[in-house]
């Protein structure tokens, strides 16, 4: 195989964000053709109870022609929750004292199971 053929499968330029668990990983690579598009991998660690550790990854394939429109998007979210959050994180992993909240609902006894009738249970990592 030619090295030029190699080139779809190797990274251009690379940037590394590491938040946490969660460590995103930004990459510029050639397409066949030798045209330029990103990948947005994010890669999250987790440890078994034995010591062990595994990842899942998440890619996003941004193509040029795509840019402009993902980029205007990303900043207009981005305003949106700064504008009506803040930068400050509210998380129940950052406040020991934060109480969940239910919609509109008061709490359920631990001795009752919630009716599955008035929520959905997502898991946005399996997504």
């Known amino acids: ?18 938040a946490g668990r969660r460590t995103y990983f930004f990459d ?19 440890t078994e109870e034995d010591g062990s550790f595994h990842f899942k990854k998440h890619k996003i394939y941004l193509y040029k022609e795509d840019f402009a429109a993902f980029a205007e998007i990303l900043e207009d979210m981005t305003a949106y929750v700064l504008n009506h959050k803040g930068e ?13 909240e239910y919609y509109g609902e008061k709490p359920e006894s631990d001795s009752e199971t919630p009716s599955t009738s008035s929520f959905t249970d997502i898991d946005f990592d399996d997504i």
Not at 11 to 18: D, F, Q
Not at 88 to 100: A, L, N, P
């Open 28 to 46: 510029v690579r050639a397409t066949k053709a030798d045209d330029y598009y990103i990948t947005i991998t994010e890669s999250k660690k987790f």
């Open 1 to 18: 195989m030619r090295e030029h053929d190699m080139l779809d499968k190797e990274e251009i330029y690379s940037k590394v964000l590491r």
């Open 88 to 100: 400050e994180v509210i998380s129940e992993r950052h406040q020991k004292d934060f109480k969940k």
